[in-house]
Nanobody
Framework: QVQLVESGGGLVQAGDSLRLSCAAS???????IAWFRQAPGKERDFLGA????????YYGDSVKGRFTISKDEPENTLYLQMNNLKPEDTAVYYC??????????????????WGQGTQVTVSS
């Protein structure tokens, strides 16, 4: 069982930047680690993913160009750098992981491991 712990959320103003972290207890068995977010009353939204061993990244259209995924492999930590934040970015942000190769990375149902989430609130 892989444990994921997100951190770095908070209250920021529009235009600010924020970096979220996702610490994994173990990445040896993982192929993909991803970021999703969920705003109240909305479905979980795919932000981006990384193929852990190779470093290939994939991004959702809603954040392409503003958000960047990176990793610290020795620390088993995934980051989400968020720039030029907007009020519509307000949501709970989750990281998720899958040990299965070849999944559709945009589908939340393909990830068996999830963190508890971290709240990001962007004021206008």
């Amino acid at each position: 069982q892989v444990q994921l712990v997100e951190s770095g959320g908070g209250l920021v103003q529009a235009g600010d930047s924020l970096r979220l972290s996702c610490a994994a207890s173990d990445t040896f068995s993982l192929y993909y680690i991803a970021w999703f977010r969920q705003a109240p009353g909305k479905e979980r939204d795919f932000l981006g993913a990384i193929r852990w061993s190779l470093g290939n990244t994939y991004y959702g259209d809603s954040v392409k160009g503003r958000f960047t995924i990176s990793k610290d492999e020795p620390e088993n930590t995934l980051y989400l750098q968020m720039n030029n934040l907007k009020p519509e970015d307000t949501a709970v942000y989750y990281c998720a992981a899958s040990p299965i190769w070849g999944i559709s990375v945009i589908e939340a149902a393909n990830y068996p491991y999830w963190g508890q989430g971290t709240q990001v609130t962007v004021s206008s």
